[in-house]
Nanobody
């Protein structure tokens, strides 16, 4: 079955960096675009990054563009989210996604 397992979340000060990882299994990873979403307390789920099957094309919303970078390693079946210059408003649970399949999420907290 499809499994998406996120890791790398934690506490960080404003301006700091974190790298999230999502290990995928149960499907042909290189055949699918992958996404990272996030959900802050009391807010709706927000798409923060999309990467195509071969890792060439990426999409970001304005809120994270220039600070977040999505990448993938199709040999290891892992998708990454490098987050730089983190802000208080980046605090959320971050989820890895493939279509209808979701990971369990990893908490990112930006706090002074």
């Amino acid at each position: 079955q499809v499994r998406l397992v996120e890791s790398g979340g934690g506490y960080v000060r404003p301006g700091g960096s974190l790298r999230l990882s999502c290990a995928a299994s149960g499907f042909t990873f290189s055949a699918y675009a992958m996404r990272w979403y996030r959900q802050a307390p009391g807010a709706e789920v927000e798409l923060v990054a999309n990467i195509n099957e071969v890792g060439v094309d990426t999409i970001y919303p304005y809120s994270v563009k220039g600070r977040f970078t999505i990448s993938r390693d199709n040999a290891k079946n892992i998708v990454y989210l490098q987050m730089n210059n983190l802000k208080f408003e980046d605090t959320a649970v971050y989820y890895c996604n493939r279509g209808v399949d979701w990971g369990q999420g990893t908490q990112v907290t930006v706090s002074a």
